[in-house]
């Protein structure tokens, strides 16, 4: 079969690979129809996620076909077409338990932190991704979730993490009616984050990128407000300018480590320095959000400390909150959040690859060309 085939650093390929097998009886085989890039495989993408080795298929947003399932798979069968989500979640442990599908304990039992992800290096167990024609999945009985008749491929292929991550993000700043909440980032996962932030009540939604077409794309498709931080002094004054010198209720990380990268490019010389491997858009969050705030991290980070500001965290009584999204616990929502209406995903899918032009999808996506938001790649 066809798969994208990770060779170095910002070098990826379309190569022959062996079809993927059954390994164990609650495993599926799903011949994937659609596959996006993620702003998570840029981390990959650029050699900055550890033991992330040459050979490997990236890949955790995909949809697809049910090709075959082993004897211990009853919750879905051949020829059902599913979304799978990112986090791959064995369902029973005690994590899993609490809906805590992104901590799985048993799908990477070697790690301290993540559950294993598909296509996401071996610190996230290993597993192959579904930037290919087929991929085998784990777990079959608890992520795989039939896509409603109903609902356009571009919507499901979106339910697989950036929609559940974004509302994630809204959902753990625990924001309150009338509460002013600022996103850091517009990428999918930001534009989403401020589209759900006024789900739970927001009355100001302010995001902060410096990639301009991003930004005019969340002001119309989340009806924010958008600003390009190369273009203002300094973003903590200017939310605190606009907040009566408070600060935000509630500031949301969408950018993750990339942010240690644009800020030396773009900040240098002012009064906030910082040295490679901090955390821009984090330290903006802390300096810029209210005393007792939230601050929600779903940017990906490396697992080494980010140089955050903790002095401030500490007297500014703030809380953070962040996790990788528990796909599965948001499905049912966000489902009905779609049908009625109410989310419309598939509108940041910019771009429709064939799988075969793998490497020029992640150049334009990582190099920010062509309006590129999201996008998706069709075996
Ligand atoms: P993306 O790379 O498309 O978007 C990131 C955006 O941040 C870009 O538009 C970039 O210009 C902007 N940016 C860079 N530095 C900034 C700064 N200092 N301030 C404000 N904006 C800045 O990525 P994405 O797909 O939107 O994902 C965003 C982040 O969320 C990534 O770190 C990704 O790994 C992470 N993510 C986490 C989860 C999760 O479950 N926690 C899931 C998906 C993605
Ligand atoms: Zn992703």
Redesign the pocket.
Known sequence: MLAMNYRGPQRVRIDHKPMPEILHPEDAIVRVTRSCI???D??LYNGNVPDTRVGSTFGHEFIGVVEEVGADVHMIKVGDQVIVPFNIACGKCVFCKQGLY?NCHESNPEATAVGGIFGYSHTAGGYDGGQAEYVRVPYANVGPTVIPDWMHPDDAVLLT??VP?GYQAAEMGGIQPGDTVVV???????IMAARCAWLFGAARVIV????DY?LEFVRNYAHCEAYN?KEIDDPVVFVKRTTDWLGADVCID??????AG??MQTITGRKLLLQAGSA??LH?AINSVKKGGIVSI???YGPTGNLIPIGNVVNKGITIRA???SVKRLLPRLIEHIKNGILDPKAMITHRVPLEEVSEAYHIFSAKLDNCIKPVLIP
Do not use: I, K, Y
Request: glycine share 18%.
């Open positions: 993620c702003g998570s840029l981390h992104g993490d950036v991550t850091f980032g517009a990428g999918p996962v930001g902060f990128d410096h990639v991003r931080f969408a950018v993750g480590a990339e942010a644009s800020a821009t858009a903006w779903v940017g990906v996790n990788q999204a």
